[in-house]
Every structure is written in structure tokens, then in C-alpha cells.
């Protein structure tokens, strides 16, 4: 009886859902319309925060050396205070100065359905770009003059460059797993507890005699 019933349920059709590259693009085009809507709407009735101030004073060195000079007294690495210089030379309006993490907190959608794509398919993609679309805290750090808007991209695509190592054992993963790492080095120092998550993992993994990939490649 029980091989019966096994052999039932292996001949019940699976669910399958194709989604075509079409319907992808849609729903990642919708997913960025609400992502944009949620993060902007209200952002002109908030003026900067203490930290935030500080960050810009930072940033608004006459020149590169003199913002380098002010981010030595702060606790975290300077990349974002150069990025944001760089960004106020063209504003210094409020709401174009907020452009810069909304950019940085957006890019996360794409890269967000890249790597549920790489973990389980397309389906599991388009439902990790629409968590992150709508992430309380991915919402907050898309407007807040920070350095954790870059340090949550830098990382997400660290994350993808492993997972595509995983996948694929090309050398160009692992170059933007260095580089991506290093950027998100430079923005923030919690990276470091980031990245020894990961090499732990990958020691254990030598250690049990088993590869720290997958070998399939889901492009």
C-alpha cells in the first residue's frame, strides 16, 4: 500500500509557473514604481538629523584632502563622505542630497531578485525584490544620509558575487566579491563580522571535506 501511494503522488503533475523575460521585467518595473513611491513621498517634511548634518559638514570640504582630513575624527572609513562630496558639487539642495541613498537603496531591487534567482529560481527572485521593495528598513536607509545605504548595496552584491562563485567557479565572481567586498570595507566597519560569517563558512565546509559550491550555473 505505501509503495502505492508513492507511486500516486510521483505521478501527480507539479505546479510549474513559467515566467518569460517580458513578465519579469514588468513586475521589477512595478516593484521599482512602488519602491520610489514609498521612499519619496514625505521626505521634504524632514530636515537633517544631527548625524545627518554632520555626515554633509564632512562632505562639504572645499576639497577631496579636506574631507579626508575631517573623516579621520569619525569612527567609520570615509568612502561615503567622498561619494556625497562628489554628489553635492552638482546640489546641495535637500531633496537632491537625499537622491544619492534613494539611488543606492533602489539598486538593491535588481540585485535582490538576482540573488533569490540564484538560490531558487525566478519565482523566489521576484519575491525577494518585492521584500526588499517594501523592507521597512531598506525604506528608511534609502533616505537617511548615512554610510549604511552603501554598505547594504556593497554587501548585497557581495552576496551575489559568492552565490555566483558558487554557481559558476569563475574568476570574475570572485574579482566582484573582492571588489564589492572592499567597497562595503570602506563604508562601514561592521563589514568585517560580514565577511567573517562567510569565511567561516567556507573554512568549515574545506574542513568537512565537502566544496563550498554548488556547481550549477542558473544564469
Sequence with gaps: MTAHMQASQENVPRMVMPLSRRAIWIWLAMFAAIGVYVRV?????????LDEATHIHIASGRSLAEVLRYAVYEAHPPLFYILL????MVSVDPLFVRG????????LIPVYYGIGKRVGGELC????????????????????????????????????CYLYW?????RIALLGYVLFGWLGALSHF????YFFCIALFGVCALFRG????????TR
Aim: charged share 10%; net charge negative; proline share 4%.
Design 166 to 170: 558558487q554557481d559558476t567557479q569563475r
Design 100 to 107: 544619492l541613498p534613494l539611488l543606492l537603496g533602489m539598486a
Design 210 to 217: 565537502t566544496p563550498p559550491y554548488r556547481g550549477v550555473d
Design 41 to 49: 513621498q514625505g521626505t521634504y517634511d524632514y530636515t537633517y538629523g
Design 190 to 193: 561592521s563589514s568585517d563580522l
Design 85 to 88: 562630496h562628489y554628489w553635492m
Design 125 to 160: 527572485g521576484l519575491c525577494c525584490a518585492a521584500l526588499v521593495t517594501l523592507s521597512y528598513g531598506c525604506v528608511i536607509q534609502s533616505y537617511v544620509m548615512r554610510q549604511y545605504c552603501i554598505l547594504l548595496l556593497a554587501l548585497s552584491l557581495n552576496l551575489y
